[in-house]
C-alpha cells in the first residue's frame, strides 16, 4: 500500500515537528527567567510534555495527545496524498498536430457548395477539417485560429472531439477581419516547439494575403524548419463567384507566400477549388507522417485527503468531549 502511496507536497510534513520546538524555545526563556509567568498559547505543544511528566490515566493521555495527531493528519491533508491505482498505456500515433484556421472577413464568401447547397467557405472548413480532427484519435492536436490577430481557441490535447468544437463555435470577424497568418504561424509554433512528439506539422488554412499582425510568414517557417516542425499549407478559393462579391473569388489568394511557407517548412502547398478538393487535401495530410509510438503511461490516482479529513473531523470531536469532561 505505502509503495503507491504518492504526495503532492510531501515538504509540508517537515513542518510536524514545529510545535514542540516552539515549546522548546518557550521552555529555555522560561528557565532563564523564573519570575516570569508565561502563557503557553499552542495547547497541543503543553499536551506532549505533560504526557512524558506525569501519569495520568488512559483517557486523559489520549485527551493530551489528540492534538499531537489532528495536526499530523492536517498536515498530511495539506501535502495531498492520493493512492496510485493502475497505469494505462493510450494509443498514440507520435504525432502532434496545430491546426490553423482563417477567420478573416473573406471566409464569408459563399463560392463554395456543401451537400449541393451554396455555402460559406467558413462552415465547409468546419465540415471537412471537423471530419479530420475526428479522425485523429491518438493524436494530440491544438487549434490556432486568426484574422487581425491570432490566439490559441485549444492548446495540445488528445481531445479531438474538444478540437473540433472549438472550430464548430469560431465565427467570422472574432479575431478581426484581416490575415495575420504570419502571427498564426508563431502561435502554432509555440504550441508545438516543446512538446517532445516525434512527428510535429501545422497545417494552416487560409483565402487571403498576409495583411496583419508583426511576424513575416517566410521567418515563422524559418523557424518551424529549425525545430524540425512540418508546415502544410492550403489555398481556399473557389473558381465560382459567390452572391454579393463583384471582385474574383481568389483576388486576395496569395498562392506565392503560402508554397513559400510550405517549401521552407519541408511541407506541402495544396490548392483548394471545391468541397471536394478539401476534402482530398485532408485525407492526403493524413498520409504524409505515420509515425507510430505509445504515448507515456498515464498514472491513475485516487485521492485521500477526504478520507484524512474525515478521521480529523472524528478526532476532533472526541477531544472536544474529553475536555468537556476533564473540566466537569
Known sequence: MFENLALTWPLTLLAIPLPLLLLL????????????????????????????????????????????????LLLLAIAQPSLQ?????????????????????????????????????????????GEFIERRQGDRMALILFGDEAFIASPLTFDVLA??????????GMAGKSTAIGDALGLSIQALRNDPA????????????NNAGSVEPE?????????????????????????GFKTAPAADLDEKTLKAIASAANGTFFRAKTSDDLTAIYEKIETLSLAQTDSPPIVLKKDIRNYLLAVLLLLLLIWAWLEKAHRL
Open 85 to 129: 491505482t493502475q497505469s494505462i498505456i493510450q494509443p498514440a500515433t507520435g504525432r502532434a498536430i496545430a491546426l490553423s484556421v482563417d477567420l478573416s472577413a473573406s471566409m464569408e464568401r459563399d463560392d463554395f457548395e456543401l451537400n449541393n447547397e451554396v455555402s460559406t467557405r467558413l462552415a465547409v472548413v468546419k465540415k471537412v477539417a
Open 163 to 172: 478540437i473540433k468544437s472549438h472550430l464548430n463555435s469560431a465565427g467570422i
Open 198 to 209: 516525434k512527428e510535429k506539422a501545422i497545417i494552416l488554412l487560409s483565402d487571403g494575403t
Open 219 to 243: 521567418s515563422a517557417a524559418e523557424l518551424a524548419n529549425s525545430l524540425s516542425i512540418t508546415i502544410h499549407t492550403i489555398a481556399l478559393g473557389s473558381d465560382q463567384e459567390g452572391s
Open 25 to 72: 524555545k518557550i521552555r529555555n526563556r522560561h528557565e532563564r527567567n523564573k519570575q516570569t509567568a508565561i502563557a503557553i498559547p499552542l495547547r497541543l505543544t503543553t499536551a506532549f510534555t505533560q504526557i512524558t511528566q506525569e501519569q495520568s490515566a488512559v483517557p486523559d493521555n489520549l485527551r493530551k495527545l489528540l492534538p499531537w495527531f489532528c495536526w499530523v
